[in-house]
């Protein structure tokens, strides 16, 4: 009997030996990384996400402040009950190296796939001064194009159009196909995400995306695309944008639309200004309309109203060094390349 416990101890530490080397040996290798993301990663994306989508919450969160729950009151209880330290810490710790391996060979592992140009075979594209400006103006003028108020949105609609969307670019730029029934959850704890500026986020462990419920009706069609960009087998920040802003940016619907223009904006605003010259900067602000200007102000008001600096400091500060440990090395600053990206994609398409 006992023989028998040792025994399926021993195979249990081997088998999580084995799949750290495992995912240590991906990390290392980007054509291995490629391989899981379109191989291995369809398949565990199929089966969890259609598990989770049976429930209308967010089992991933669920898993998430369960497991921070149950290991406070499991060392609470070591400490009342006078438990070895050496067989608390030993449990505790190989607890978490499973969570880990649950991360990463369930989606973690699309952090170290090939870089975008080496999977697209998209050209990069190097800084050009005259590149910026004119797509900075080609921009600008879509974006007032675009203008349109959105008092509400049709949830379903957005659904439909960016599950259609996503059909058509899935194969160009490496992405899982969209299952038909994936279907974004609401946060555990809205507040808290509202606190830190997180609009949504992918929960890894069982294939879910989960939306803010304060999300502002123009925000909501973007960041929806953003997130299922992540579910489709992107970890970029940079690269969720660009597929977010093609899928968006080319709905016939005019508030889904509107709505990709608008989200890019922060990203374009900082890029012109770490690039251009200072007055420079300031007309080609003068050339973005009132009312989108007036749409952004609020925009920012309003999320402002709901920042909690203490907290949301810690939050970028933490998810900063997480995607700098996870194959991003500029960190949130990713967030921001989806500029370069959207140029180099501009760039590669026949001229008409």
């Not at 952090?111 to 080496?118: H, K, L, Q, S, T």
């Not at 974006?143 to 509400?152: G, Q």
């Not at 309003?302 to 900063?320: H, K, M, R, S």
């Amino acid at each position: 009997m006992v023989k028998d416990w040792i025994k399926r101890i021993r195979i249990r530490w081997i088998v999580l030996v084995v799949c750290l080397i495992l995912i240590w040996v991906i990390m290392a290798l980007p054509a291995w990384g490629e391989g899981y993301a379109r191989t291995i990663y369809p398949f565990f994306s199929a089966v969890l996400s259609r598990i989770s989508s049976v429930f209308p919450f967010s089992i991933g969160d669920c898993f998430i402040y369960g497991s921070i729950a149950g290991l406070v009151i499991y060392w609470v209880y070591a400490i009342v009950k006078r438990r070895s330290w050496k067989m608390v810490i030993g449990r505790t710790l190989e607890y978490l190296l499973w969570v880990y391996i649950w991360f990463y060979m369930a989606w973690g592992l699309n952090y170290f796939r090939e870089n975008f140009f080496d999977r697209t075979e998209i050209p990069y594209l190097a800084y050009s001064e005259d590149d910026f400006r004119s797509f900075l103006s080609a921009y600008t003028d879509s974006l007032n194009a675009s203008f349109t108020p959105v008092e509400k949105i049709d949830q379903a609609v957005v659904a439909e159009k960016v599950e259609s969307g996503y059909r058509e670019i899935a194969g160009q730029f490496g992405l899982v196909s969209p299952a038909a029934y994936l279907h974004p959850k609401p946060m555990l704890i809205p507040s808290l995400m509202s606190g830190v500026g997180v609009l949504g986020y992918i929960g890894p462990f069982f294939i879910e995306y989960n939306l803010n419920p304060d999300l502002l009706p123009v925000q909501y069609p973007f960041t929806y695309a953003h997130e299922m960009a992540h579910l489709l087998g992107i970890s970029s920040e940079a690269e969720a944008n660009l597929y977010g802003f093609l899928v968006c940016s080319r709905s016939g619907n005019p508030e889904i639309r509107f709505s990709a223009y608008f989200a890019l904006l922060p990203y374009v605003l900082g890029n012109a200004y770490q690039l251009l010259p200072e007055d420079e900067f300031k007309q080609w602000t003068e050339t973005i309309s009132p009312e989108v200007k007036k749409a952004y102000n609020d925009k920012v008001a309003y999320w402002q109203a709901l920042y909690n600096p203490t907290i949301g400091e810690i939050q970028d500060t933490v998810y900063n060094w997480f995607l700098k440990g996870n194959n991003i090395p500029s960190g949130r600053k990713n967030y921001s390349e989806v500029v370069a990206l959207l140029m180099a994609v501009n760039a590669s398409q026949p001229e008409k």
